[in-house]
């Protein structure tokens, strides 16, 4: 790419509120053509085993109806709808390039009887409260500005004793391993990035957004103000990657 053309995103901590929302959905339109074969070659594909432990931990005992918040492609939607034939899968996403081509996979799955895939707003829900036993965020979370808000969306729409996910990739603890993936992330990820995708400030902005993160201690606590109970935090692959389990 010509450097004059060349993309760049201010800090994390730099972005307001409704800057980083513009830039969030800037950067998604910009990779959405290669963005599930990026996931699958940055994790090393590690990101299909982390949306399967996130299904295998879900429970439904009332609606039967699931809702991915941020489903960006479909993909843990589609994970749920597969491995759970009696439930409704809906999908909700603010970035319609990405909803496009998640429509793409639903009719090659043939699953258009069960998912449903849509725009959507994280942090404006367009469902009646008790609709959903689960609904679950992976790797969106860390793009919303006002992640109380969309949590309490997330809570108001589930029945009581449904359960939030959320899946997210984070730093592990301090030591060898955070130092490795501290490397990775800022020095690795965002050259690997610039041979596939034409906006390489993507994946700065992405090593940036994780490294700002909050720490499971404190995404915790975050869940448990919310008014969560049973809040939880299972480690996945040494750390790089945390899924937050709670019930309202």
Not at 135 to 144: D, E, K, L, P, S
């Amino acid at each position: 790419m010509n450097d004059l053309n060349k993309k760049e995103y201010p800090s994390v901590q730099e972005m307001s509120d409704d800057q980083r929302i513009g830039i969030v959905k800037d950067i998604f339109a910009s990779v959405t053509d290669k963005y599930d074969f990026l996931n699958r070659f940055l994790s090393g594909r590690r990101d299909v085993a982390w949306r399967k432990r996130t299904v295998s931990e879900m429970n439904f005992f009332n609606t039967n109806r699931f809702l991915d918040v941020a489903t960006g492609t479909g993909d843990l939607a589609l994970d749920c709808a597969n491995t759970y034939s009696d439930v409704k899968v809906i999908g909700v996403d603010f970035v319609q390039e990405m909803v496009n081509n998640g429509l793409k996979k639903v009719d090659t799955q043939n699953l258009e009887h069960r998912v449903e895939l849509k725009w959507g707003d994280a942090t404006n829900i367009d469902f009646l409260d008790d609709t959903f036993d689960v609904t679950a965020i992976a790797f969106g979370i860390r793009n919303i500005p006002n992640k109380e808000k969309a949590l309490s969306e997330m809570k108001r729409i589930i029945v009581p004793d449904g359960q939030i996910m959320v899946l997210e990739l984070t730093t592990p603890e301090p030591g060898f391993w955070r130092s490795t993936y501290s490397f990775y992330l800022n020095g690795v990820l965002p050259k690997l990035a610039k041979w596939f995708t034409k906006n390489p400030a993507a994946y700065e902005y992405l090593a940036d957004s994780i490294m700002n993160f909050p720490t499971r201690k404190e995404f915790l606590a975050l869940m448990e103000s919310m008014g969560l109970k049973n809040c939880r935090a299972i480690p996945l692959t040494f750390g790089v990657c945390t899924l937050y389990i709670g019930q309202k």
